[in-house]
């Protein structure tokens, strides 16, 4: 891992974050992958005083790109999710009555009488400006309190948690939400209970689809959805259907592919997973995986090693669903784990 200090480029004019990264990648970036590097927080973790270098930023930059398709999903990022859909008019009423209960909890009454007008707010947007310039008022080093922000963007990217001063208009919103969150979860999120608080809606869905993205092993990205129990199960389907052809369009630039493997190719994956090593030969694997067979079916001839080296390779990339090349750098970037030194530095400094 990179944790030299931030680069020096002499007497050159000061180059921004993504400046310095499109000269490291020597190149123009991809909008989505930049918009999903903000996402995750590595831009902020890499401005700060934090070990992760432009080294580390251009990898995972890498690592991002070598998992999206070249289509439009890819260039302009994955749509904004979660993916909500309407309640219907029974649950709307639901709705209409549970905000009477909300304008009665204390918490919710004393944030409003102390930081809202009423009827200020009236849309998302205007709610995420509002939390946005608190935010540059009340962010502090430490002391103070987390601030979680589960919040998208226009782009579908959750914005990072602020650490905020004790006291001030977001611990009072914090405390507002968590008011609704304990008692309508768990048919509201986070998310939802800062729009009831802030706008006084409370937004139903009948179900919420979040998409949920590895960027290092494809085959472990997964849909999540929640759903009113009172849908059938073939409503059920039909949005999952809608939801993962998007998905696999988006991720994969096509359908999404789930064949069967045989037994051979699925202990062929792991074999290799666990027997390659920099330095050692196909040749020598061959031999190995061999020796390890107890059905002769599932021997490979000694004298085809490159067909051996291809099925291993397919193998492992139809498992884990990451492209072979990928592969030493997915073990570099585990290894290196920036993250982890980073909450032992926090530690140390609380």
């Not at 909008?31 to 831009?43: Q, S």
């Not at 979680?148 to 990217?157: K, L, P, R, T």
């Amino acid at each position: 891992m990179n944790t030299d200090e931030k680069p020096d480029y002499g007497d050159e004019p000061r180059l921004n974050t993504r400046e310095r990264l499109e000269k490291e990648l020597e190149g123009p970036l991809r909008e989505g992958i930049w918009e999903t590097l903000k996402g995750l927080g590595f831009i902020d973790q890499y401005e700060g005083t934090d070990p992760y270098g432009l080294g580390d930023l251009a990898s995972d930059y890498r690592q991002i790109d070598q998992n999206l398709p070249a289509n439009n999903f890819a260039q302009k990022g994955p749509p904004k999710t979660p993916v909500r859909i309407d309640t219907d008019d029974r649950g709307r009423a639901l709705a209409e009555i549970l905000g009477h209960y909300v304008d009665t909890m204390p918490a919710v009454m004393d944030f409003r009488k102390k930081y809202l007008k009423r009827g200020s707010l009236k849309t998302d947007e205007q709610v995420d400006v509002w939390i946005a310039k608190k935010a540059k008022i009340e962010e502090c080093e430490r002391g103070g309190f987390i601030f979680i922000n589960d919040w998208y963007n226009a782009h579908g990217y959750v914005y990072p948690d602020i650490e905020a001063k004790r006291g001030g208009a977001l611990e009072a919103l914090d405390h507002a939400a968590k008011a609704i969150y304990r008692n309508l979860s768990p048919v509201v999120d986070r998310r939802v209970s800062i729009i009831c608080v802030m706008t006084g809606r409370v937004e139903l869905t009948r179900i919420v689809i979040n998409w949920n993205i590895n960027h290092l092993f494809r085959a472990l990205n997964r849909i999540t959805l929640t759903v009113d129990p009172r849908l059938t199960p073939a409503e059920v389907a039909e949005a999952y259907k809608a939801q993962r052809d998007r998905f696999a369009t988006w991720l994969f630039g096509g359908a999404m592919r789930g064949r069967p493997m045989s037994g051979k190719m699925l202990r062929l994956a792991v074999f290799v997973d666990r027997e390659y090593r920099e330095g050692r030969t196909w040749a020598d694997l061959l031999e190995a995986w061999n020796e390890t067979c107890k059905d002769p079916e599932d021997r490979h001839g000694v004298d085809l090693p490159g067909n051996f080296t291809r099925d291993a390779k397919r193998a492992w990339e139809r498992v884990t669903g990451s492209s072979w090349g990928r592969r030493q750098q997915i073990n570099e970037r585990v290894a290196n784990d920036p993250f982890w030194k980073l909450e032992l530095k926090k530690e140390e400094q609380s």
